[in-house]
C-alpha cells in the first residue's frame, strides 16, 4: 500500500542535543510538510517543500531546518533541541499544492513523538 | 487571522449518533477537511467537503456545511467503540494548500 512512513515512532534525545526525524512516502506527492503537535493542541505547519523548493512559516524558530534529498525523503533536524520542542512531529504528503487545480488532500503518517531529557 | 474552533469533549452511547462541530474564520476556505487521531498515531482523513456544497454523507459519516454561518459538523450514525478518538475539523487556507486545524474534539463511546 502506498503510505507515509515515519522513523522512529518514538525518539529520545538530551537537551541540545542535535536530532533528525525521518519520512518517507510511496505516493510520489510534489508536497512533503512536517507539523509539530504538542499534547491536547491543534497540529501547527512548520515548513513544507514543494518538490526541491523549501517553504519556512514565519513562525517557525530557526531551530528547525529540513532536507530533502529526493522526492521519497524528507528530514526534520532540530539543531538544539529544548524543553519546549518535546512533541508529536508528524508528516504529511499532498500530490500538489495549487489550490486552482482542487481537492489536494493531505496524506499523514504516524508520526514520531520526541522526548527531550 | 485564521482559526477554527471545537469543543473539546463529546461523550455518546455506542449505538447513537455523534455530532461533532466546527466554526471557522476564513471564508475563502475552499475545503474543509475531518481528520481521525487515534492515540499514539498520525492523522486520519476521514472526509471532506467542497465549499460550494452543503452536505456530504460517505456511509456512516455525514457533513454539514453553513457557509454563511462558517459552521461545520460531522455527524457519526451508529456511533461504535472504534470511533473513539480525536476529531480534528481543518480549513484550507492561503495560496497553497495550507490547512489550519482546530484543537480537536476527544470523542467517547460507552456501552
Known amino acids: ?117 | 487571522g485564521e482559526d477554527v474552533e471545537q469543543s473539546l469533549f463529546l461523550s455518546v452511547r455506542e449505538g447513537d449518533s455523534s455530532v461533532i462541530n466546527c466554526t471557522y474564520t476564513d471564508s475563502s476556505s475552499t475545503y474543509l477537511y475531518w481528520y481521525k487521531q487515534e492515540p499514539g498515531a498520525g492523522l486520519q482523513l476521514l472526509t471532506y467537503i467542497f465549499s460550494n456544497m452543503d452536505m456530504k454523507q460517505d456511509q456512516r459519516l455525514t457533513v454539514l456545511l453553513n457557509k454563511k454561518d462558517k459552521h461545520l459538523s460531522l455527524r457519526i450514525a451508529d456511533t461504535q467503540t472504534g470511533d473513539s478518538a480525536i476529531y480534528f475539523c481543518a480549513e484550507r487556507s492561503g495560496g497553497y494548500n495550507k490547512l489550519i486545524f482546530g484543537a480537536g474534539t476527544r470523542l467517547a463511546v460507552h456501552p
Open chain 1, 1 to 117: 500500500d502506498a503510505m507515509v512512513i515515519q522513523n522512529p515512532r518514538y525518539q529520545v534525545t538530551q537537551f541540545g542535543k542535535p536530532v533528525t526525524l525521518s519520512c518517507s512516502q510511496t505516493l510520489n506527492h510534489n508536497v512533503m510538510y512536517w507539523y509539530q503537535q504538542k499534547s491536547s493542541q491543534a497540529p501547527k505547519l512548520l515548513f513544507h517543500y514543494y518538490d526541491k523548493d523549501f517553504n519556512n512559516e514565519a513562525d517557525t524558530p530557526d531551530n528547525f531546518q529540513s532536507r530533502r534529498p529526493n522526492t521519497s525523503f524528507c528530514f526534520l533536524d532540530i539543531r538544539s533541541p529544548g524543553l519546549g520542542d518535546a512533541a508529536m512531529y508528524l508528516c504529511a504528503t499532498s500530490r500538489d499544492r495549487d489550490i486552482l487545480r482542487g481537492n489536494q488532500p493531505q496524506h499523514f503518517g504516524d508520526g514520531t513523538r520526541l522526548s527531550i531529557l
